[in-house]
């Protein structure tokens, strides 16, 4: 599975989606794997600019923010992205979504 977070810092999820300057990628298969930052042009006086940030992502199957537009969320439903809202440091934010898909599988 291949998560993505927004983050200002590389440490925290602490941005909205249509603010995702930064996504940090990380792969799981039984282990959480850094892949890489990605980059993303934002206009940080722009609304709606989710669809960047999904674009950025579309190999990944899920992306964590502080929050998202509706507009976002249909847009990733598209792409196949499920979108999850969480804050906090970025080892504890995937560790919480780990854990959560892991308990619903048995």
Request: hydrophobic share 40%; proline share 1%; net charge negative.
């Amino acid at each position: 599975m291949r998560l993505a977070v927004v983050s200002s810092d590389g440490e925290n999820v602490d941005l909205h989606l249509g603010k995702g300057k930064s996504v940090y990628v990380y792969d799981y298969d039984d282990e959480l794997s850094f892949v890489e930052m990605r980059s993303v042009e934002i206009a940080l006086d722009s609304k709606h600019q989710g669809s960047k940030v999904l674009k950025a992502c579309e190999d990944c199957d899920v992306l964590i923010s502080v929050q998202f537009g509706f507009k976002s969320k249909i847009k990733a439903e598209d792409l196949g992205i499920k979108l999850v809202m969480d804050e906090g440091p970025i080892s504890e934010v995937l560790k919480r979504y780990i854990n959560h898909v892991e308990f619903m599988k048995n």
